[in-house]
């Protein structure tokens, strides 16, 4: 009798922890191009609407301090997938180097999982085809850096090269009106109207160029693709994982009479800036509202952020903060972002801790259990303690290399070097957000030591692309 009143407390037990171990959670990784940190309501601005952003942000955790790894976008595309400072893999800027079948993604992580994993939008970390000539560098010239995103964990993609207009992406006017231009952007063409090639495709597999539903508002033809994946995925009773990278509001910008209306009393730029992000903001409403139909939202994580400031010579804003893309001052890498779980994540707060794109891997490892099955060298860390609101200060600080410069940021100070290196700046960014005062010369203890700091991290990442995390 006591033999068979152990199993059945034993069974009970089992069921009991079981119940108590949370399912995977859906994770939906988004990432805008160009958003510089003031371009959303949920950081202050006023002219330009982004009520769903605004929303799931407000439901959410804020990043007043989140960090792209680089100042431009396919150096912090690659710092999002591997936890890693892209200069380790040897993507020092857009278009040079591509990921190494070597490098451990997020995605190969939950892929082994048991996640259906997918990549939609821009790619931008290779090229996507060895036969056609394609954007930047794809077709037979530059077979080397051919790195696709089913060579990295992605069941499924659907996905471009690099940037492409932001409706209608595959074309642009052959005429363009006052104000208009090929490299700013344009008014959406009518059907009718005579248009060029952009020079761009589409891809969906390998050498598979996609080459339906292409007309329209760019984020909208995203959304189309990412909606049924969701859909099978659930269908099959499988936690998904999905990485969205809207070309918006990179440029090109276009947009159609519709999102410009909106912004009527603005100037051109501005009605065809601003509408462009106020139409991708109407798909991320058009993807959380189809969450909450399936009844998903209560077990889909999302995070949202930019990849770097935003573009000079556009409406684009950084706000209070110094510089714009390509530079390492604040506005070049502090970016719009926030991440939102239901009853998950200690919610509806604002946060001035200083996160950056390579924590992504180690947070959502953090989460599921996962040990990183390696001992290569991580830049990011886990913000789990963060987001649980358990944590103040951050671990590791953030390392920064673009075109000659590095920077090196801690919980309260930021080291940036100028002249190529010769000589160092230092800010108090707790209380100088927008780097006015220099004050290294009050502080040259504190600037020495974090320059050995910043020239240890350099070393290991130095050494990382010299090939040494492949032995």
Known sequence: ???????????????????????????????????????????????LKTPNLDYLA??????????????????????????????????PTA???????????????????????????????GTLTKLSKDANRGGPENPEHFSIPTMHGY??????????????PMVYPAVFEEGEGKRFGWKAVNESDSTNAYGTFYWSGNEIKDSLNLRGDDSRIIMDRVIPFIQNSTKKGKAFFTTIWFHTPHLPVVTDDVHRELYNSLDLQKQIYFG???????????????????????????????????????????GIFRER???????????????YWKDHF?????????????????????????????????????????????QQEREKPIGFLFAKKMSWVNNQYKLIS?????????YDLINDKGEKNNIILEHPELAENMKKELYVWIESVESSNDGADYD
């Open 58 to 91: 407000s439901e959410g955790i804020i990043f007043d301090r989140f960090y792209s790894a680089s100042a431009v976008c396919s150096p912090t595309r690659a710092s999002f997938i591997t936890g890693r400072n892209p200069l380790r893999m040897g993507i």
């Open 346 to 390: 200690n919610k509806k707060i604002r946060v001035d801790f200083p996160a950056v794109t390579s924590d992504y891997l180690p947070t959502i490892l953090e989460i599921l259990h996962i040990d990183y099955p390696d001992n290569r060298p991580l830049d990011g860390e886990s913000l789990l303690f963060l987001l649980n609101g358990t």
């Open 155 to 168: 069941d499924q993609f659907f996905c471009t090269e690099s940037k492409v207009p932001t409706y209608d």
């Open 276 to 318: 462009t992000i106020t139409a991708m903001d109407e798909q991320i409403g058009r993807l959380w509202n189809m969450l909450k139909k399936n009844g998903l939202e209560d077990n889909t994580m999302i995070w949202f952020c930019s990849d770097n400031g935003p573009e000079n010579g556009t409406p684009g804003s950084a």
């Open 418 to 426: 100028i002249d190529n290196g010769e000589s160092f700046e230092l």
């Open 325 to 339: 893309k390509r530079s390492l001052y604040e506005g070049g890498v502090r970016v719009p972002a926030f991440v």
């Open 95 to 125: 278009n040079q180097g591509h990921m190494k079948k070597e490098e451990i993604t997020i995605a190969e992580l939950l892929k082994e999982k048991g996640y259906v994993t997918a990549h939609f939008g821009k790619w931008h970390l």
């Open 1 to 47: 009798m006591y033999k068979y009143l152990w199993i059945i407390l034993f069974v009970f037990s089992c069921q009991s922890q079981n119940e108590k171990e949370p399912e995977n959670p859906n994770i939906i990784l988004i990432m805008t191009d160009d958003q510089g940190w003031m371009d959303a309501g949920f950081n202050g601005n006023t002219e």
